[in-house]
C-alpha cells in the first residue's frame, strides 16, 4: 500500500465551526506532513510530526491544531477560521530521516479542498 | 532558509524536449526534488539528487550542480499528459532533515 488517504475530500465550513481534517497512511512511514497550497501557489509546510511528536511548527496560527494521534494517522483541528484560510489542504509521509538508504521522498494524499465562509 | 526560483510559465511541442531550472540558495542542503502537479490532484515524486550529476529515469532526467545551487528536470518525447505543474524542492536540516521547501513552481503547456 503506497497511498496516503485524506477525508473529507471537500469542506465547507463556517468561521465559528470546529471540524477535523484526516490523513492516513499505511506504509510505515514515521514522519507526516500538514501544507496549505492556494491556487497557483506552491504547497507551504505547516507541521511535521516524526515519531508521533511535533518537530517542526512553522508558526502557525493557534487556530490549526495538529494531532499525531498513532503513527498511520494525522489530524489537523480547525476552529474559528478566517476566508482566506480556504486552500487545498495536503497531507504527506515519507520515511523518517536519518537512517534511510533511500531518498526519503514525501508521498502526497489527494488534499481536502477547505471552503471558510 | 531557503530561495528557490523557477520560470514560471514553459510551453513546448509533443514530442519535444523541455527543460526546466531551478536555482536556490539554502542555508543547509539535505537533497534537492522534483514533483509534477496536475491541477487539483496532488504533487507526485518524480526525482532526487543530492550529488553533483544526473539522475536519469525514463523520460525524466534530474542534474544537480551543488555549488552553483543550480538544478534541472530534463522532460524527452513530450506528450499531451506532461501538461502539469513542475516544483523544484529543497530539503534542509531542519527538524532532523525532514523539511521541504518548494520552489513557485514552473506551469508546463505542452502544445500539439
Known amino acids: 500500500d503506497t497511498e496516503v488517504t485524506q477525508t473529507p475530500k471537500h469542506l465547507v465550513m463556517g468561521m465559528t465551526n470546529k471540524k477535523s481534517l484526516k490523513c492516513e497512511q499505511h506504509?510505515?512511514?514515521?514522519?507526516m506532513y500538514w501544507y496549505k497550497q492556494k491556487a497557483k501557489k506552491p504547497p507551504e509546510l505547516m507541521f511535521v510530526?516524526?515519531?508521533?511528536?511535533?518537530?517542526i511548527n512553522e508558526s502557525v496560527p493557534s487556530r490549526f491544531s495538529p494531532e499525531c494521534p498513532n503513527s498511520s494517522l494525522l489530524n489537523l483541528h480547525l476552529h474559528a477560521l478566517q476566508p482566506e484560510d480556504s486552500a487545498l489542504y495536503l497531507c504527506?509521509?515519507?520515511?523518517?530521516?536519518?537512517?534511510?538508504?533511500?531518498?526519503?521522498?514525501?508521498?502526497f494524499g489527494p488534499g481536502t479542498r477547505l471552503t471558510v465562509l | 532558509g531557503q530561495n528557490i526560483d523557477q520560470p514560471t510559465e514553459m510551453t513546448a511541442t509533443e514530442g519535444a524536449i523541455v527543460q526546466i531550472n531551478c536555482t536556490y540558495q539554502?542555508?543547509?542542503?539535505?537533497?534537492l526534488f522534483w514533483y509534477q502537479q496536475h491541477a487539483g490532484e496532488a504533487p507526485t515524486f518524480l526525482s532526487y539528487?543530492?550529488?553533483?550529476g544526473l539522475e536519469e529515469k525514463g523520460r525524466f532526467s534530474s542534474f544537480l550542480s551543488r555549488s552553483k545551487g543550480y538544478s534541472y528536470l530534463l522532460l524527452k518525447e513530450l506528450q499531451m499528459k506532461d501538461s502539469a505543474s513542475y516544483l523544484c524542492?529543497?530539503?534542509?536540516?531542519?527538524?532532523?532533515?525532514?523539511?521541504?521547501?518548494f520552489g513557485t513552481g514552473t506551469q508546463l503547456k505542452v502544445e500539439l
Open positions: 504527506a509521509s515519507s520515511q523518517e530521516l536519518p537512517g534511510t538508504s533511500g531518498s526519503g521522498e514525501q508521498f
Open positions: 506504509m510505515g512511514h514515521r514522519a
Open positions: 510530526y516524526s515519531y508521533e511528536k511535533l518537530s
Open positions: 539554502t542555508s543547509g542542503f539535505n537533497g
Open positions: 539528487n543530492v550529488l553533483d
Open positions: 524542492a529543497v530539503r534542509d536540516f531542519t527538524g532532523g532533515g525532514n523539511k521541504l521547501t
